[in-house]
């Protein structure tokens, strides 16, 4: 017998396309050549999407905790049509049964042809506007659902964009990825799909008990006595197991991406030092810990499907014997005891289905409870509500009283008082781990001292926008950062909307306009991510560049020859004379030739100011400042040399 299941798939339905690609966990490998020509004519004929409007601010506008509930929040209205569709398919998918009841008991069993074809008719025509409906549902939903994700991700990703820099020494890179993707696209499943299918069979579930108490209420009650009892101690055990296990698997896939994500970054120095076998045995560990975790899970699946099966089963034979028992009895019809069978059918169904959707609901609530765990995480360093954009700076900076820490370690700087006036170049130079970065990273506002405050021409750092403060300021790390793209692009990093005379004359300044000319595409020419296709000279001239284009008010260098060997040192020096000139300059030195170029050298140490002045005061004085000064020399009298010419 023909008959119309309840929508959203049967046992024997095959995936979806969005849960292959979840499972698999692949990358979109592009589109085969012999589908190329048929992928151009669908393209041609896609609408032309503008620009996104991209926006940024600083301070989270999430104020509550991310939620399915909030996920829905700002498309209501499109929520609730989506459910008007679900609704009217749900309820066609399910008149099959009574139109067979009908046509058995109205038709055959009367011998009335007009019958007969009567409900055969209003068969068709539910089946077609049943067809209809899914079609309007599923592309309704479908967008709806990308809608949400597109927001959630955007949301996501800006999140990371907020969050201090103790908070990436804290947290692995791979887990975050994880955040981004594995987590994301659980989330993508439940909301595409799994929430809209729950819905369906839930709908189902509850027009059916419906149903067959309007059938025969006697027959239900028995039915469900049956049923719900042992139905209700599964699905609670089933419930605890998975719960607990999907949160184990989400935390195994953040495990294997961060584990996945340094060895990449480490390959160099595993294959330098032989660690090949030792790191593939490690990952295999980690491999096998979310290979227990998917096992737990599945184990459980294995037990809470079949037992759920079999009670189905049994209930429908036991219906069939007491709805017989009426027939023969004559209080219940030949059609009604059909119908009511294909009900009870239709009533388990969805159960079956709901186990697996209920899989799909704890692995993407799992994977909103990680991201809202991102998403409640504050910001070390937040921007005041009540922040004013800070206006066009002098470049006087001063240190009033400040002590910091990194986290619960030791005191770093303590009671640090100094004053750098505006057009001055300032050298901090000691020790490792005296704090000279720190200093650094306070006047970006990478971090906020524990006590005191920090000052740019008497503003209080964490009373000014963030977004005003870093465009007046320039940075130049140790190890510049390359981003995968053109050369233009990133020299013009700071400053997107740059021309190319501009970006060509930041380059002619850093001395790199030879280098750059003898390159096929010129600074269109393609660098490879981080730069690797560069030397260690070039890629630090491109971050000069960088912050030449920018044109800073304040400009901090963090050792920034430090890595270098003495011929890129020595053209990345004469590259900075014209770079500080008529700006205050923050230099931190580890080679004292850059030093030497500061008006004023400050010695930090103990956590504090041990000695300041120029290089030629230092050096009179006589103390710690010139015992470095000694003890470098020594060591790079080539170095020397190529200063003095």
Do not use: C
């Amino acid at each position: 017998m023909v008959m119309m299941g309840a929508p959203g798939g049967g046992a024997f339905a095959g995936p979806s396309a969005t849960q292959s690609s979840a499972s698999a966990g692949l990358p979109f490998a592009g589109v085969p050549s012999e589908m190329e020509q048929g992928a151009s004519r669908i393209l041609a004929n896609e609408p032309q999407h503008p620009e996104p409007v991209l926006s940024f601010r600083q301070i989270a506008e999430r104020t509550t905790r991310l939620t399915l509930r909030s996920l829905f929040e700002n498309r209501l209205g499109a929520a609730l049509w989506g459910l008007v569709l679900l609704a009217i398919e749900t309820v066609t998918a399910l008149l099959g049964p009574v139109l067979t009841q009908q046509g058995i008991d109205n038709g055959v069993m009367q011998s009335n042809r007009d019958a007969l074809y009567f409900a055969v008719f209003l068969f068709a025509l539910v089946i077609i506007i049943n067809a209809l409906t899914s079609f309007w549902r599923q592309r309704w939903n479908g967008r709806l659902g990308e809608d949400i994700m597109y927001d959630v991700r955007v949301e996501l990703f800006s999140h990371y964009q907020r969050m201090g820099l103790d908070w990436y020494t804290s947290e692995k890179s791979g887990v975050l990825l994880s955040r981004m993707t594995s987590d994301v696209e659980a989330l993508t499943l439940l909301v595409n799909e799994g929430f809209v299918n729950l819905v369906i069979q839930g709908l189902t579930v509850s027009v059916v008990t419906v149903v067959l108490f309007s059938y025969n209420p006697v027959l239900a009650l028995l039915l469900l006595g049956l049923v719900l009892p042992p139905l209700v101690v599964m699905t609670l055990w089933f419930r605890s197991v998975s719960e607990r296990g999907y949160a184990s698997v989400r935390d195994k896939i953040a495990s294997v991406l961060a584990d996945l994500s340094e060895n990449l970054s480490g390959v160099r120095v595993i294959a330098a030092l032989n660690r090949r076998r030792q790191n593939a045995e490690l990952h295999r560990n980690v491999v096998g810990k979310y290979l227990d975790a998917n096992l737990y899970t599945a184990r459980a699946g294995a037990i809470y499907g079949p037992a759920t099966e079999g009670i189905g089963i049994a209930a429908q034979a036991i219906v069939l014997l007491v709805g017989g028992w009426m027939v023969l009895d004559g209080s219940l019809q030949v059609g009604e005891l059909a119908a009511f069978v294909l009900f009870v059918n239709t009533f388990f169904a969805p159960i079956q289905q709901m186990v697996q959707l209920y899989n799909t609901y704890q692995q993407g609530q799992s994977g909103l409870h990680k991201i809202s765990q991102i998403l409640s995480t504050q910001p070390s360093v937040p921007e005041n509500p009540d922040a004013l954009p800070l206006p066009a700076i002098e470049g006087r900076i001063r240190f009033d009283s400040v002590h910091f820490q990194y986290n619960e370690g030791p005191e770093i700087l303590t009671n640090l008082n100094l004053e750098i006036q505006p057009g001055e170049t300032f050298a901090f130079v000691g020790p490792t781990g005296a704090g000279k970065s720190t200093i650094a990273k306070l006047i970006s506002r990478f971090y906020d001292p524990i006590r005191g405050k920090v000052l740019i021409d008497e503003h209080d750092l964490k009373a000014v926008t963030l977004d005003s403060l870093r465009t007046q300021l320039g940075v130049v790390p140790q190890e510049p950062f390359l981003f995968h793209g053109t050369i233009r692009d990133n020299v013009a990093f700071a400053r997107p909307d740059a021309t190319d005379e501009e970006v060509l004359v930041a380059i002619k300044h850093v001395g790199l306009e030879e280098t750059v000319g003898g390159l096929a595409e010129g600074i269109h020419t393609l660098v490879h991510e981080r730069g690797v296709s560069l030397s260690a000279g070039e890629r630090q001239l491109i971050a000069l560049a960088r912050a030449f284009l920018s044109r800073p008010r304040v400009l901090v260098l963090d050792e920034a020859t430090s890595s270098l060997d003495l011929h890129s040192e020595a053209k990345v020096e004469r590259v900075l004379d014209g770079l500080l000139e008529g700006r205050t300059a923050i230099l931190i030195a580890h080679r004292l030739a850059t030093a030497m170029k500061a008006d004023r050298i400050a010695v930090v140490d103990a956590g504090g100011i041990i000695e300041l002045g120029s290089h030629q005061e230092l050096m009179d004085l006589g103390g710690r400042y010139s015992e470095m000064f000694a003890t470098w020399s020594s060591h790079s009298d080539d170095s020397l040399d190529q200063l003095s010419d």
